[in-house]
């Protein structure tokens, strides 16, 4: 009971006040930043929940009470938040989301709309300047966003528009998108125009002739009750409304994508010339962000790990005795295993939020579900496997002793099938380690959260100090568990006792 209660121990835990979120994309975190920074001026309490990926996650996450703001695009909520709604003019789309409890603002002052982008040299080559002379040439190789190739306003309506006959079409991260076509391995992309990728590289905007694409005016969407609850945040708030230009979003994407300068600091200095306000950034050191991250980490393998052994076995234990809830068992935790990490995190959210649990955050109850989940399956078969295999004569001769069931189980069979088990919970052990860097996708942190900004930002450093230490980890891991070998083992049983 100690080692379970050890579970629900925090290292780390969540700040109260005004939540905001931000997409996995610079833009976005540097205007989380922002509002964050305008959120302090009011006097309130700003927790940024950064790069927790794509649309429905952020927006799931604002309608569930998880976060109270978060920046958006005008097109983006017609086109993917609203989709498959005749909204005639912005009233209209205002009172849609007014009825999801969602309140809208006015546009900071910038488009940054969806493009399709190539090499200008490329472009100019085969005399490509619009979208609709791609159709000349069927063999070029596109690499779109994920979320591009999914959404209303993405390829597959662009496809159709343009009658495009290419094929050799790949969902891809973005910032990775932009590495492939510095390779030659991409020939077109999907960018924003705001980009500051686009000036560095020399890449051409390919003239969207036909108009497809729709405005894309950044502004904030907002929980309606956080009027009630901070109103001198949302009048300082309110003051972005047609404050923030394309040049100046575009020159601040480039100091933080190029020059090195964090997203933080690039909105300090914009709130300060752009308002006024003064705010002092205290930048982590390097040790600081490893071991802030370590805690994270820790904190989620510990309160998945810890109650899915002893869930897991117990699991094993049931599956063995029965061999038709065997079956059923075993079904059940393999599944699991195959649903994709990121579906699994999203589809958890609404359950996790209609139980009062925090959904986005650190100690995520989402992500911290999703690793007990995953970390069933080796554990429960290896708990099967090794009470399944042990030998008839030995079973039979501890029932011919008159010895009591539970008796049996607890002193024979489970010591016997311990080095399988043990060698399951080593394996569930690595696999949570893994998959704990995925937690960082909904603010969870962990080591995901440098190697998420170091792919955003191509900064190897970054990714090493998330990659490094949940490796180093891993390693710890399957070296505890080796010398726990020692003592939970039967000393005949254990690999090379016998030598």
């Known amino acids: 009971m100690g080692l379970l209660a050890l579970a629900f121990v925090p290292l780390s835990c969540d700040r109260e006040g005004v939540k905001i979120g931000s997409k996995k994309f610079t833009e976005s975190i540097i205007l989380g930043d922002i509002i964050a920074l305008m959120v302090e001026d009011a006097g309130a309490t700003a927790v940024h929940y950064r790069e927790l990926g794509g649309t429905q996650l952020v927006f799931q996450a604002l309608r569930n009470g998880d976060i109270d703001v978060y920046p958006e695009y005008s097109g983006t909520i017609r086109s993917e938040i609203l989709a498959g709604r005749e909204l005639a003019d912005d009233a209209e789309m205002a009172a849609a989301l007014r009825a999801l409890g969602v309140s809208i603002s006015r546009p900071f002052g910038f488009n940054n709309s969806y493009a399709l982008g190539m090499k200008k040299s490329r472009a100019r080559e085969l005399g490509i300047t619009r979208i609709s002379d791609l159709v000349r040439f069927p063999d070029l190789v596109f690499g779109f966003s994920n979320e591009f190739m999914d959404r209303d306003d993405g390829w597959r309506n662009l ?12 969902g891809l991260d973005h910032d990775l998108a932009y590495r492939q076509l510095r390779l030659d391995a991409l020939d077109v992309i999907d960018l924003y125009t705001t980009d500051a990728k686009i000036e560095v590289y020399d890449l051409a905007l390919l003239e969207d002739d036909r108009a497809y694409f729709p405005r894309y005016d950044a502004l904030l969407l907002y929980r309606d009750d956080l009027a009630s609850r901070f109103p001198a945040v949302v009048a300082s708030l309110r003051r972005l409304e ?7 979003i575009m020159s601040a994407n480039g100091r933080v994508e190029f020059d090195g300068v964090s997203e933080r600091r690039a909105a300090a200095d914009f709130v300060a010339s752009r308002f006024g306000i003064e705010r002092e950034i205290d930048e982590e050191t390097v040790p600081d962000r490893i071991w802030a991250r370590t805690l994270e980490h820790l904190d989620l393998v510990r309160q998945s790990l810890i109650p899915a052994i002893g869930i897991a076995i117990a699991l094993g234990i049931w599956a063995a005795k029965s061999a038709r809830l065997g079956q059923i068992i075993l079904a059940a935790v393999s599944i699991v295993q195959t649903i994709p990490s990121l579906a699994l995190l999203v589809l958890l959210m609404p359950p996790i939020s209609g139980l009062g649990l925090a959904s986005v955050g ?15 399956l080796p554990i429960v078969r290896n708990t099967h496997a090794g009470l399944h295999d042990i030998a008839e004569e030995l079973l039979d001769s501890a029932a011919a002793l008159g010895l009591p069931a539970r008796f049996r189980l607890l002193h024979i069979e489970l ?13 569930a052990a690595v696999i949570n380690v893994g998959f704990a860097t995925l937690g960082a996708l909904i603010g969870a942190g962990g080591y995901g959260q440098p190697i998420i900004t170091g792919i955003r930002l191509n900064d190897t450093s970054l990714i090493l100090q998330g990659a490094v230490p949940a490796a180093a980890l891993a390693l710890l891991m399957q070296g505890g568990f080796e010398l726990a070998e020692r003592y939970c083992v039967p000393r005949g049983l254990r690999v090379g006792a016998g030598e």
């Open 362 to 376: 650190l100690g995520s109850a989402t992500a911290v579900t999703a690793l007990f989940l995953y970390s069933l």
């Open 415 to 427: 010591p016997l099938a311990s080095r399988s088990i043990l060698a399951g919970i080593k394996t």
């Open 159 to 170: 496809q159709r528009a343009y009658e495009l006959p290419q094929q050799r079409v790949s």
């Open 242 to 248: 047609g404050k923030i230009s394309r040049e100046q």
